[in-house]
Nanobody, 120 residues
């Protein structure tokens, strides 16, 4: 089983910045994709950004130029730097990872979610 620990959410004014972190732990052989999703009230969960094991990144159009995803492979940690935040970025942000584990093989796991609230 993969344990994901998220941190960094909170309340910020529009135009401000936040940095989210997600650390993965467990009997992990390797991590393929690490990403962030978000879900606003009444809306479906959507991809914000993800990053592959070789550093290829992918962003939702709504966050391009404002958010930056990065990973520290030595720490099995993924980060999301969020700048120029807008009220419409308000959501619960979830970490998602796809990992190869010693016994279980390829596993996709979700974090518990962290609330990001942007006030206008």
């Amino acid at each position: 089983q993969v344990q994901l620990v998220e941190s960094g959410g909170g309340l910020v004014q529009a135009g401000g910045s936040l940095r989210l972190s997600c650390a993965a732990a467990g009997s992990i052989v390797s991590i393929n994709v690490m990403g962030w999703y978000r879900q606003a009230p009444g809306k479906q969960r959507e991809l914000v950004a993800d990053i592959t094991s070789v550093g290829k990144t992918n962003y939702a159009n709504s966050v391009k130029g404002r958010f930056t995803i990065s990973r520290d492979s030595a720490k099995n940690t993924v980060y999301l730097q969020m700048n120029s935040l807008k009220p419409e970025d308000t959501a619960v942000y979830y970490c998602n990872v796809v990992v190869h584990m010693v016994v279980a093989g390829t596993v996709a796991s979700w974090g518990q979610g962290t609330q990001v609230t942007v006030s206008s």
